[in-house]
C-alpha cells in the first residue's frame, strides 16, 4: 500500500519534471548546416535525396501501398518538403568540394566516376561538372559530365530502388532530425 | 520493512527519471509525427471504444470543427493586423509601435497556423481511420454501422469546413485505392463461399464496385468531392443534405460564441491588403504567397527557375511549336539569376518576345533562411539587375514576383525575407507540384511525377529548372500529353503565365 502512495509520487514528480523541463534553443541555421556538411560526404547527401525521392514517386503512383524502403519511411508529404532543404545542403556541399574534385588527378577522377553506379553517384558528379562553366572544363571532362547525365537518367527502377536503401544509415541521424526539425 | 523498501525503489526510479529528464531534448517535426499519429490512435480507439463512442466521436469532432473555424478566423484577423502594422511601419519607420515580426501577433499568428494544422491533422487521421476501419471484417455489422456514421460525419464537417483540401488528396486517393482493393478481395471471398470455392463470372471491377457501395455506400460521396475539390464549398446534392448543411451551418454560428479561446483578445484592424475581396496581394501572409491552391478548375502555371543557362533557347523551341484545343500557346513563367541574365541577352530577349513573364530568383541563388547570407545582395541588388536587364528590351517593365531559391521562405519559416519581398512591391512565387527534375534527370519519369500530379491536384503551379536538358524532353512529354487529353479527350487543361493566374484568381472577385 504504502509502496504504492511512493510510485504515485514518484509518478507525480516524474510528470512535473519532465513538463517544466526548457527545451534546448535552437542552432543557428548556419551552423547546424555547417555541422551537417562537414559529418556526411556528397555522395551520403545525394543517397539520401534518392531515398526521399524514391518516396515521393511511390507515393504519387501510389494506388496500391507503396512498398517500403527504409524502416523509417515518412510519408510522401513528408519527403516532400525535405527534399528542398536537402537540395540546399547538396548544392552547398557541391560548392565546397567542386575545386577538390577538379583537382584530383584527371585519371583518378575519370576512373572514380566512371564506377559511379556502385556509390550512386552519377546523378550528383554529374551535376557538379554541369555546374562549372563548359569554359573552364577540359573535353574529357565535358564528356565524362554527359556520360554521368545519361547514366543517371538511364537507371531502372530497380537500381533506384537499391540506391534507395542504401541511406539506411538515414534513419535516426542528424541529417533525418535536421529536416524534420521546424526550420531547416 | 516494505515501506522502507517502497522508499529506496521509488528513490531510485526518481533519480534515473530526473535523470533522464534533464536531457530531454523536443524531438524534431519529422520525428515527431509518428508520435502525434499514435496519440491520435490513443485517442481515437479511446472514442470508438467509449461508452457512446458514436455520440462521443461527434461531440469531439464538432467541437474541433468549431475551433478549426475559430482558428481560421483569428488567423485572418491576425494577418490583417500583421499587415496593418507592416504598412504603418512602411509609412513612418519611426513610428512608435511593436517591431511587425517580433509582435504578439506575430507569436500568435505562428501559434494559431500551428493549431489549425494540429486540429485539420486530428480530423483528418479521424477520418482515415473511420475509412480503413470499414474494411475489417473482423467488426460486427453494427460495428460497421457505427464507423460508417462517424466516418460520414467526418467526411460532411471536412467538405462543410472547406478543409478537405487540406487533406492531403493523395493520401485520400491511396487509402481509397487500399479501400477498393479490399472490396476487390472481399467481393472474391464472398462469391467463393457462396457459389462452392467458383471464381466471380463477371468483371471484378464492376462486380466489387457494387459490393463496395452496397457496404459503404459513402465512398461514393467521397469520390464525387474529390472531383470537384478545386470549389471550396461542398455542395450537397439533395434538398435534405442542403437543409442539413443549412442547419450545420447555423448551429456552428450559435456554438462560435460558446468556445472559449484564450487568444481571442485581438481587436479588428483596418484591412490594408488584399482589398476588394481579393485572393492574391502582396503581403507576408498566405495571400502572398501563391501556390496555386486557389487557382480555377484545371488552370496550371509551368515555372522555370534558375534559368537563363544555354538549354533555355531548346526550351523556348518546346515551348513556341505548342497549340491545342485550350491552349492557342505554350504559357510560362521564367525565375531568372540576376548572376545569369546578363550573360544571355538573346535569350532574354526571345523569352521577352515570346510574351513570357521573368521575374526575380535572387541574385547567386543561395538559401535565404540562412543568416549568412546577404539579403539585400540577394534580393534588392538581384532587383535591381534583372530589371536593368529587362528594360534594356521593354523599358516599362517591373518584376512583380520572386521565387526564393529551394523554397526556403514559404511562410511562416523565415518572416525577414518575406518581408523584404514585400518590400519590392512583389509576391513570392512557391509551387504545389515539385518535378524533381534536377534530381530524375529522366524526360519521361519527370513527366509521369507531373502529370499523374496535375491529374490528382487538378490546379496549381508547378516547379521545374530550364538548366537541364532533361527537363526539355519532360516538358515536351508533358505538353504532348495535356494536347492528347484536351483534343481527345475532353479535358481542359489551361496553361498560364504567374501574372495571368493572379488576374483570374482577383479578377473572379
Not at chain 2, 456514421?149 to 492531403?168: G, K, M, S
Not at chain 2, 478481395?185 to 467463393?192: L, M, S, T, V
Request: glycine share 4%; proline share 5%.
Amino acid at each position: 500500500m504504502v509502496f504504492k502512495r511512493w510510485l504515485a509520487l514518484f509518478a507525480t514528480v516524474f510528470l512535473l519534471s519532465c513538463a517544466g523541463a526548457p527545451p534546448a534553443p535552437l542552432q543557428n541555421l548556419d551552423s547546424r548546416t555547417d555541422e551537417l556538411l562537414n559529418t556526411y560526404s556528397l555522395e551520403q547527401l545525394d543517397v539520401a535525396a534518392t531515398y526521399l525521392t524514391e518516396l515521393i514517386v511511390a507515393g504519387v503512383n501510389g494506388g496500391k501501398k507503396p512498398q517500403r524502403v527504409l524502416s523509417c519511411d515518412p510519408k510522401r508529404g513528408v519527403a516532400d518538403t525535405w527534399m528542398m532543404p536537402l537540395k540546399s545542403l547538396i548544392d552547398s556541399k557541391i560548392s565546397r568540394v567542386q575545386e577538390l574534385y577538379l583537382k584530383m588527378p584527371e585519371e583518378k577522377r575519370i576512373r572514380q566516376w566512371n564506377a559511379c553506379e556502385k556509390t550512386c553517384s552519377c546523378g550528383v558528379y554529374g551535376t557538379l561538372l554541369q555546374g562549372i562553366d563548359e569554359s573552364r572544363l577540359k573535353p574529357a571532362d565535358i564528356a565524362l559530365r554527359d556520360q554521368l547525365l545519361k547514366k543517371q537518367g538511364a537507371l531502372s527502377e530497380k537500381a533506384t530502388r537499391t540506391c534507395a536503401k542504401q541511406a539506411q544509415w538515414f534513419c535516426g541521424s542528424p541529417l533525418m532530425a535536421y529536416l524534420g526539425s521546424p526550420t531547416p | 520493512m516494505s515501506s522502507k523498501f517502497g522508499r529506496i525503489i521509488a528513490g531510485l526510479l526518481t533519480a534515473i527519471f530526473l535523470a533522464s529528464c534533464a536531457s530531454y531534448q523536443p524531438t524534431s517535426r519529422g520525428i515527431a509525427s509518428t508520435d502525434e499519429e499514435q496519440l491520435m490512435e490513443l485517442h481515437f480507439q479511446a472514442l470508438i471504444n467509449g461508452q457512446a463512442p458514436e455520440q462521443e466521436m461527434i461531440d469531439y469532432i464538432d467541437r474541433l470543427v468549431n475551433l478549426l473555424i475559430l482558428t481560421n478566423k483569428d488567423i485572418a484577423t491576425f494577418e490583417k493586423e500583421l499587415d496593418a502594422k507592416i504598412a504603418i511601419r512602411k509609412k513612418n519607420s519611426r513610428a512608435v509601435i511593436e517591431e511587425p515580426l517580433a509582435s504578439k501577433t506575430y507569436t500568435k499568428l505562428l501559434k494559431k497556423w500551428k493549431l489549425k494544422d494540429r486540429y485539420t491533422a486530428e480530423i483528418a487521421y479521424f477520418y482515415l481511420r473511420c475509412l480503413e476501419m470499414r474494411t475489417d471484417k473482423s467488426l460486427s455489422n453494427a460495428e460497421h454501422q457505427r464507423i460508417k456514421h462517424i466516418q460520414q460525419n467526418t467526411a460532411t464537417y471536412l467538405a462543410n469546413t472547406q478543409d478537405l483540401q487540406r487533406v492531403e488528396l493523395q493520401e485520400l486517393m491511396t487509402k481509397l485505392s487500399e479501400v477498393f482493393t479490399a472490396f476487390v478481395q472481399a467481393y472474391k471471398e464472398d462469391y467463393a463461399a457462396k457459389h462452392g470455392g467458383v471464381v466471380p463470372p463477371v468483371d471484378d471491377t464492376d462486380a466489387a464496385s457494387g459490393f463496395g457501395q452496397a457496404l459503404f455506400g459513402s465512398t461514393t460521396d467521397l469520390y464525387a468531392y474529390i472531383k470537384t475539390h478545386n470549389t471550396t464549398t461542398y455542395t450537397p446534392s439533395t434538398p435534405a443534405d442542403q437543409k442539413r448543411q443549412a442547419e450545420f451551418i447555423s448551429t456552428i454560428d450559435q456554438d462560435l460564441g460558446l468556445i472559449e479561446d484564450p487568444d481571442r483578445d485581438v481587436q479588428s484592424v483596418q484591412d490594408l491588403t488584399c482589398k476588394d475581396g481579393k485572393q492574391i496581394c502582396i503581403s507576408t501572409g498566405e495571400a502572398g504567397n501563391i501556390v496555386g491552391k486557389v487557382f480555377p478548375k484545371g488552370v496550371w502555371a509551368f515555372t522555370f527557375d534558375d534559368g537563363p543557362a544555354k538549354s533555355t533557347t531548346n526550351m523556348l523551341a518546346a515551348l513556341a511549336s505548342y497549340s491545342d484545343n485550350v491552349n492557342p500557346h505554350a504559357k510560362a513563367t521564367f525565375f531568372q539569376l540576376a548572376n545569369a541574365a546578363p550573360k544571355f541577352p538573346d535569350t532574354v530577349k526571345a523569352q521577352f518576345d515570346a510574351g513570357y513573364p521573368l521575374e526575380n530568383h535572387s541574385f547567386t541563388h543561395p538559401d535565404l533562411a540562412k543568416s549568412s547570407v546577404n539579403r539585400v545582395h540577394e534580393i534588392n541588388d538581384s532587383n535591381v539587375v534583372l530589371t536593368k536587364e529587362y528594360q534594356k528590351i521593354q523599358s516599362d517593365y517591373v518584376i512583380q514576383y520572386f521565387r526564393c531559391p529551394y523554397g526556403s521562405c514559404y511562410a511562416p519559416k523565415v518572416p525577414a525575407v518575406r518581408q523584404m519581398i514585400a518590400d519590392q512591391k512583389q509576391v513570392h512565387v512557391y509551387w504545389r507540384i515539385d518535378s524533381l527534375d534536377w534530381k530524375l534527370l529522366n524526360g519521361p519519369k519527370v513527366s509521369a511525377l507531373v502529370t499523374k500530379q496535375m491529374q490528382l491536384l487538378d490546379h496549381g503551379v508547378i516547379l521545374m529548372h530550364d538548366i537541364h536538358p532533361t527537363t526539355i524532353d519532360a516538358v515536351k512529354l508533358v505538353l504532348a500529353w495535356m494536347k492528347d487529353q484536351n483534343n481527345n479527350k475532353n479535358a481542359k487543361y489551361k496553361m498560364v503565365t504567374i501574372p495571368e493566374a493572379v488576374d483570374l484568381v482577383n479578377g473572379a472577385h
